[in-house]
């Protein structure tokens, strides 16, 4: 897998573009995976056969403010992961010149998230391999639309039919989403050239207002089950 990437200078620029500082992840292997097949496009200029899961890192220290653990995906079907490498957060124009999500393709990433990572359970292999498919297809559409693994810019299969299959829910699921915006998107930009890029997620906070309801709602619970107790 190798695609030419930016130099350790644009890593920085990128850095300084964000506000994020240069952390050294550690790989410490898949939360769960499963082996994938896909193609870039169907003439099958890109091709990849192996696994595909989420990636359990780490960042001592929290440089990254993402948590010191935590799993991410990747986008760049052309690099190779290695541990101990440089990644800065790059959310301002992800992944650079090499590799730039368009418009369209950072706006299917981020509503596929938000419309199915809820379902995904990271340390189930099957789930892990299907949302890595769908992350794939969503980062290397060009046209706008449904996405398929079927066709289109990128088309995947799994090794098993119940993968493929969740990851069309994955995908079905942008089609119905209620546009509320649940997760953080948050694209990390490896700094060596020849390594992958990432992505990963955070929930969004609830509001203070939501929490001061939540709180009310609960005391409100609480009172009407003392209330019945009393009677």
């Known amino acids: 897998m190798n695609i030419i990437k930016t130099t350790i200078l644009a890593g920085a620029l990128a850095a300084f573009a964000t506000g994020s500082s240069a952390a050294i992840l550690k790989f410490n292997g898949f939360s769960g995976q499963q082996t994938v097949s896909v193609d870039s496009n ?4 890109l091709k990849y056969t192996g696994s ?8 001592t220290g929290n440089v990254l403010g993402l948590g010191t653990n935590f799993v991410a995906f990747c986008l760049d079907l052309a690099g ?10 790059n959310n301002v124009d992800p992944y650079q010149v090499d590799r730039v999500l368009t418009a ?7 509503k596929l998230y938000d419309a199915s990572y809820s379902m995904v359970n ?15 297809e969503a980062a290397y559409e ?3 639309g449904p996405l398929s ?17 969740r990851a069309k829910e994955f995908l079905a699921a942008m ?37 001061l309801l939540l709180g009310g709602l609960g005391a409100l619970g609480a009172i009407r089950r003392r209330s019945k107790k009393k009677s």
């Not at 169907?42 to 200029?45: A, L, Q, R, V, Y």
């Not at 930009?189 to 992505?199: F, N, Y």
């Open 42 to 45: 169907p003439s099958g200029t």
């Open 52 to 59: 595909a899961g989420g990636f359990k890192m780490e960042d």
């Open 80 to 89: 190779t992961l290695q541990t101990g490498k440089n990644y800065v957060i």
């Open 104 to 110: 369209l393709q950072r706006s299917n990433v981020e």
């Open 122 to 136: 990271v340390y189930s292999n099957k789930d892990a391999a299907a949302f890595q498919l769908a992350l794939w």
């Open 142 to 144: 060009t046209t706008a």
């Open 149 to 165: 693994l079927r066709s289109g810019s990128r088309i995947g299969s799994a090794d098993t039919y119940s993968t493929k299959r």
């Open 175 to 211: 089609e119905t989403w209620d546009g509320v915006n649940r997760y953080n998107v948050n694209f990390l930009d490896a700094d060596d050239r020849e390594r992958q890029d990432l992505v990963m997620a955070t929930v969004v906070p609830l509001p203070a207002a939501g929490l």
